[in-house]
């Protein structure tokens, strides 16, 4: 009767943890944080349970999740990088059509200046540091274009 109460518990326990593997909640390939979620789970369970006959099993996909993991991390890092790098280039375009703009005001060149201060908004990010200075930039040398009509026809000039 020992035997059969022995065997009869390691059945229930098998049993057991085989509807607690398979209640763990899905993770769709993709999405990293039900991924990480399922992964943690399943380490616990491990963890808990050292040895049982589905083990294996989840073992294994323990093994899949955490290189699935680990891919979708990488593939997010090499984007942010990405995006870093094209922010850099368009601050940089921006930031060097705005230093143009400031030489040709220094030379009394406006109308230059004023079209090399919209394309600095152009290439700029929204929320580019130097944005409200260049539109208060670009409002005073439209403002003084239509204050002194004929000073800036001679400035085109």
């Not at 143009?100 to 700029?124: K, P, T, V």
């Not at 539109?135 to 001679?154: F, G, L, M, N, Y």
């Given at each position: 009767?020992?035997?059969?109460?022995?065997?009869?518990?390691?059945?229930?326990?098998?049993?057991?943890?085989?509807?607690?593997?398979?209640?763990?909640?899905?993770?769709?390939?993709?999405?990293?944080?039900?991924?990480?979620?399922?992964?943690?789970?399943?380490?616990?369970?491990?963890?808990?349970?050292?040895?049982?006959?589905g083990?294996?099993?989840?073992?294994?996909?323990?093994?899949?999740?955490?290189?699935?993991?680990d891919?979708?991390?990488?593939?997010?890092?090499?984007?942010?990088?990405?995006?870093?790098?094209?922010?850099?280039?368009?601050e940089?375009l921006a930031?060097?059509?705005?230093?143009?703009?400031?030489?040709?005001?220094?030379?009394?060149?406006?109308?230059?200046?004023?079209?090399?201060?919209?394309?600095?908004?152009?290439?700029?990010?929204?929320?580019?540091?130097?944005?409200?200075?260049?539109?208060?930039?670009?409002?005073?040398?439209?403002?003084?274009?239509?204050?002194?009509?004929?000073?800036?026809?001679?400035a085109?000039?």
């Amino acid at each position: 009767t020992i035997v059969v109460v022995t065997l009869g518990a390691a059945l229930w326990r098998e049993l057991n943890l085989d509807r607690m593997y398979a209640a763990i909640p899905g993770a769709p390939t993709g999405d990293l944080v039900a991924m990480q979620a399922r992964l943690a789970t399943i380490d616990t369970m491990i963890d808990r349970n050292p040895l049982w006959i589905g083990m294996f099993d989840a073992g294994r996909e323990r093994s899949q999740l955490r290189t699935d993991i680990d891919r979708l991390e990488a593939a997010r890092a090499a984007n942010e990088r990405k995006l870093a790098l094209e922010r850099a280039r368009i601050e940089t375009l921006a930031n060097a059509e705005r230093t143009r703009a400031q030489l040709l005001a220094e030379q009394s060149d406006f109308n230059q200046a004023l079209s090399h201060l919209q394309l600095s908004l152009q290439y700029a990010p929204p929320e580019w540091e130097h944005r409200d200075q260049v539109q208060r930039d670009i409002a005073s040398i439209v403002a003084w274009q239509r204050k002194t009509p004929q000073t800036a026809q001679a400035a085109r000039k």
